[in-house]
């Protein structure tokens, strides 16, 4: 018997008042939630990197493709996207449909009975009577964590998936960035000992956070932020790395740092952020990767970006083998599978599946 910890056991004061990693400690349960970076273990991430590669390989087949459509053929998804997405709403939706779910959204709160004054909260609480499963996106930091206390005080919780919150958190973003790198460094070592550089709107990146915080879980890791002073990294992340003993370079010259690097994690500018469009006001010129810098970086290093790009990564660049970011995106697609049928604890399934027909890589 687990003493597993439950949010119906907490008021929303006190879950309020716990750190990133207890608050992680409350995901667990029954139903699971992923809500946060800070709620993965290492061995989580690594079974769900290794589940994603399963069904993948099982996909493949057409006998294959149908065992995997049967796997959750008895669930609903409600994709409920308050912010803008073409990524992570569709690899949501199509991870959906290779395990079978029936899918339902809200991709814009203006047709929804929000518009009639009705809150977010009541909003939830209403698709979880049709749905056994919520994922969301909203602008709002941390509702996606009061959506799944909200619930659990409720005859009906069911599993909520954050897919980005507010500029703090898209942990199925960084769950894909991970299942790229590791892909990415199977042959080099994995992931241990790698030099990861973060560049661009450092500040307001959520995808950032939430990587930056799962990187801290390998050994030997060296993460570089480079940034424009004013779009560089949140404090609250550095002291989380200092609390893992990461090592971090905190910079603004990308071209020292550039041949350093195994891998190289661009993002754009999150000027949806800006309160008055402060963002046009900071020089971003030394912060974009091209042709030029082809020859700067390693052989091995892999370019990635969690996409939409603007003009921080060159289209010159797209064939080069080192640029990664289109096979980093459809990897989205087969991690958020495998973080799926282990929500609703299937993957044995497909676990048993794979080891009686061992699908070719
Ligand atoms: N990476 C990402 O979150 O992309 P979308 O905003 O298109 O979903």
Request: hydrophobic share 35%; glycine share 6%; net charge negative.
């Amino acid at each position: 018997m687990t003493d597993q910890k439950k949010l119906s056991d907490l008021t929303w004061r006190e879950f309020k008042k716990l750190s990133l990693v207890e608050k992680g400690g409350y995901f667990q349960g029954d139903p699971p939630h992923t809500l946060i970076a800070q709620q993965f273990t290492r061995a989580k991430l690594e079974e769900l990197c290794t589940l994603a590669t399963k069904i993948k390989r099982i996909n493949k087949r057409r006998d294959g493709a149908n065992f995997l459509k049967t796997l959750l053929s008895d669930k609903r998804a409600m994709l409920y996207f308050a912010q803008p997405s073409s990524r992570t709403y569709l690899s949501h939706n199509a991870a959906c449909q290779i395990l079978g779910l029936d899918t339902m959204d809200v991709r814009d709160t203006k047709t929804s009975s929000e518009v009639k004054g009705e809150s977010p909260e009541d909003t939830i609480r209403t698709f979880s009577s049709y749905v056994d499963m919520i994922i969301m996106r909203h602008p709002t930091g941390g509702f996606a964590e009061r959506v799944a206390w909200m619930l659990a005080h409720t005859n009906r919780e069911i599993p909520v998936l954050n897919a980005g919150s507010g500029s703090d958190q898209h942990p199925t973003q960084a769950l894909l960035d991970i299942y790229t790198l590791e892909r990415s460094f199977e042959k080099t070592g994995g992931i241990d000992g790698k030099h990861v550089m973060f560049v661009g709107d450092l500040l307001r990146g959520r995808t950032v956070r939430s990587l930056a915080w799962m990187l801290s879980l390998y050994t030997d890791m060296t993460l570089y932020f480079v940034a424009p002073e004013p779009l560089q990294i949140g404090q609250d992340i550095l002291d989380l790395l200092d609390q893992a003993g990461t090592k971090y370079v905190v910079t603004d010259d990308f071209s020292s740092v550039m041949p350093l690097a195994d891998a190289i994690y661009m993002t754009r500018i999150q000027d949806e952020w800006d309160a008055d469009g402060e963002s046009s006001t900071i020089d971003t010129s030394a912060f974009g990767i091209g042709a030029e810098h082809m020859d700067v970086i390693k052989d091995t290093t892999v370019i990635m970006h969690p996409l939409p790009r603007r003009k921080e990564i060159s289209t010159d660049i797209d064939n080069d083998p080192r640029a990664v970011y289109w096979r980093q995106m459809r990897n989205g697609m087969w991690i958020r599978a495998a973080l799926i049928l282990t929500t609703f604890g299937r993957q044995d399934e497909v676990n048993r599946y794979y080891d009686d027909y061992k699908p070719e890589a």
